[in-house]
């Protein structure tokens, strides 16, 4: 995965009127992978999206694409190499045909071409053979991948997903996380909203909390990896070098979340009932509004929060050798 | 009633050319009236629907307004421009087809363009975004959402059709009722009614209705093949 980054937000305020809906002094998004915007409705998520994709113009600051800001001359580039599909999309009248088709023909590609790669983009999301249904007659499920099957087909850099699985039924959403892990793993980009914890944990790379038009630290670890075993009193999740112990349950999961106050640092090993415990180096030493936060490398990194006196009495430095303690019922698995 | 019914479908099959001339003469000078004023209304319409800007209230109240334009008032503030002494006098078009065209296109402008902006202001403002973020520039915007906008647009045009074809003052003050040159529809309704061939004028306005069905029905045709 490149570490270019991507996208970076510099000062960027939007309004509606007079009412301030998003405010991010400073936010980069790293290019490759899938990068997951969360928080509950009107937190900014859609309106960041928007900003992103060049939708809308930032009422102050500035966004940089791959380092150049966004303006009149980077702009033909944005719309070449990303596309955004909103959330309850609108398709237009006509066939599903016509909907998918609609940005290579904009793109002048050629109708033996274009109506390949119509077929490629229906088959990913599952709708073969649609080419000629009305796509506004389709269910909402159905419609959603028609949208998402209009974008797929320009073969973008960036793909922004609002919301993806708002309005969609059980079988629509797995063929779109299918889809997003597609377009991540061919070494696209999928920035996406939810507000959907299980899908958005599943799907993130990286998480970008949001809450009330602000970027907030996020309030857990996202430790990705998959079950190893399960032996009937737990279930055993490999991430790194690190095998946490989980709580028993059946199922193929690739994310687990640990909230960061669920995990107790201390200098020496300690004896208690959390079923996890591993030895790390701080790497990491951020100061929070109350709390400060530390990430720990165990083989996999682990943050937790302590307060300034903890910090201070115990010596928790960036080098410092430290244990990271948790219990088993504190991890979800998704 | 059933005379001049009976009238009207005498004067249609009998072949009778003055009546096709000036039928003919209606319906042409109706559809060049509202095809050059949708042309000026449509992109009128379609910034004023999409863009902000100052003023944009009171220019919408004031299009509005223009709507219940009467039409004698057009055709005399026309016909003080381009008589021989107002300032378009040297065009010389005073009782010419173009000089009813001239009234016509400013009595449905703001009719057709009000009617327009209404409805693209009430079409999904997703669209616009959805066309950009697939790559289209504004002229593929505005094709776009003309087209997504047809039904209710193709009402803002019939509308407007409407207005001209059935309207009298324009055409009596600056066509000046020309037998085989300016005489339409309703001039020689008025005409006729006026000399006392209550009949023939009745029969007339069944063949201005025939006609105003007919365009409303084809156009209303060709949009739901379309679809």
């Known amino acids: 995965m490149s570490a270019e980054v991507l996208f970076a937000v510099e000062g960027v305020r939007f309004a509606y009127g007079t009412r301030v809906v998003l405010d991010v002094p400073r936010l980069s998004i790293r290019d490759g992978g899938v990068t997951v915007l969360m928080g509950p409705n009107g937190s900014g998520k859609t309106t960041l999206l928007k900003l992103l994709n060049g939708l809308y113009p930032p009422a102050a600051g500035r966004i940089l694409y791959r380092g150049l800001p966004l303006g009149p001359d980077t702009m033909p580039r944005l719309r070449r190499e990303t596309v955004l599909v909103h959330q309850d999309p609108y398709l237009f009248d006509g066939s599903v045909f016509g909907n998918v088709s609609y940005g290579l023909r904009l793109r002048r590609t050629p109708s033996s071409e274009t109506r390949r790669r119509v077929a490629e983009a229906l088959a990913a999301v599952g709708l073969q053979g649609f080419e000629h249904r009305r796509a506004r007659r389709l269910s909402g499920g159905e419609r959603q991948r028609v949208a998402v099957a209009r974008a797929l087909v320009l073969d973008p850099q960036v793909l922004f997903l609002d919301e993806p699985t708002a309005s969609v039924d059980a079988a629509s959403t797995d063929l779109i996380e299918a889809v997003v892990r597609r377009a991540a793993a061919a070494a696209r980009c999928v920035i996406l909203s939810s507000h959907h914890q299980g899908f958005a944990y599943r799907m993130a790379d990286r998480l970008v909390c949001l809450a009330d038009g602000r970027v907030v630290p996020g309030g857990e670890n996202i430790l990705k990896g998959s079950v190893e075993a399960a032996d009937g009193m737990f279930t055993y999740f490999r991430t790194g070098a690190g095998l946490l112990r989980c709580p028993a349950q059946e199922g193929e999961f690739t994310t687990a979340v640990l909230p960061l106050e669920d995990v107790i640092l201390s200098k020496g090993e300690i004896q208690s009932s959390a079923q996890n415990q591993f030895e790390g180096t701080v790497t990491a030493v951020e100061s929070g509004d109350h709390t400060i936060r530390v990430t720990l490398d165990c083989g996999f990194p682990v943050r937790a929060l302590v307060t300034g006196y903890s910090r201070a009495t115990l010596g928790i430095e960036p080098g410092a050798r430290f244990y990271a303690t948790f219990k088993a019922s504190a991890i979800r698995l998704y | ?227």
């Open chain 2, 1 to 227: 009633m059933l005379g001049a019914l009976a009238e009207a479908i005498r004067l249609l099959f009998t072949g009778d050319r003055e009546v096709y001339f000036i039928a003919w003469t209606s319906l042409h000078l109706s559809l060049v009236s509202v095809a050059v004023a949708s042309a000026l209304s449509l992109p009128l319409g379609f910034l004023i629907a999409l863009k902000s800007f100052r003023g944009k209230k009171q220019l919408i109240a004031f299009l509005n307004a223009l709507m219940a334009l009467p039409t004698v008032v057009v055709g005399l503030l026309v016909y003080s421009f381009i008589s021989r002494a107002g300032p378009l006098g040297f065009l010389g078009i005073l009782f010419t087809p173009s000089a009813i065209h001239l009234g016509q296109v400013i009595l449905c402008l703001p009719l057709i363009t009000s009617l327009v902006y209404s409805a693209l202001s009430r079409l999904d403002r997703r669209l616009p975004e959805t066309l950009v973020t697939l790559g289209a520039r504004r002229t593929e915007v505005f094709r776009m959402t003309i087209l997504e906008g047809r039904i209710a647009i193709l009402s803002a045009v019939l509308s407007g059709f409407g207005r001209v074809v059935g309207e009298v003052g324009v055409a009596m003050m600056l066509g000046g009722n020309i037998r085989w040159y300016t005489r339409t529809l309703t001039t020689a309704i008025a005409l006729e009614t006026s000399k006392g061939e209550f009949e023939l004028g009745l029969a007339l306005g069944i063949i201005l209705m025939a006609i105003a069905f007919a365009v409303n029905f084809t156009l209303h045709g060709v949009i739901r093949h379309e679809r």
